[in-house]
Nanobody
Framework: QLQLVESGGGLVQPGGSLRLSCAAS????????IGWFRQASGKEREGVSC????????YYADSVKGRFTISRDNAKNTVYLQMNSLEPEDTAVYYC???????????????WGQGTQVTVSS
């Protein structure tokens, strides 16, 4: 059974950092493109970043460009989202998702994790 499990969320002060992990089981992660999404309370889910399975290309939402970095460790079957210079506006539940195409649109992903909460507050 294909599963994704996110971890690494928590409470951090503005300007701080967190690293989220997306661990896969039941499939080989490097054969899939991975997207990170977030959903703040009362808002729609939005794409944050994604990484392509074909050539490792990465994409970022304008709101996180220069602050977030997506990467993959194929040996650990895990994708990471390093988040630096966090702002209160980054507070949300963060999800990872997998499918064949790298896109920032949630509708194209079939496989989803359960999410991890990130709260940026002083």
């Amino acid at each position: 059974q294909l599963q994704l499990v996110e971890s690494g969320g928590g409470l951090v002060q503005p300007g701080g950092s967190l690293r989220l992990s997306c661990a896969a089981s039941g499939f080989t992660l490097d054969r899939y493109s991975i997207g990170w999404f977030r959903q703040a309370s009362g808002k729609e889910r939005e794409g944050v970043s994604c990484i392509s399975s074909s050539d490792g290309s990465t994409y970022y939402a304008d709101s996180v460009k220069g602050r977030f970095t997506i990467s993959r460790d194929n040996a650990k079957n895990t994708v990471y989202l390093q988040m630096n210079s966090l702002e209160p506006e980054d507070t949300a539940v963060y999800y990872c998702a997998a499918d064949k195409m790298a896109t920032m649109e949630a509708k194209w992903y079939r496989y989803w994790g359960q999410g991890t909460q990130v709260t940026v507050s002083s």
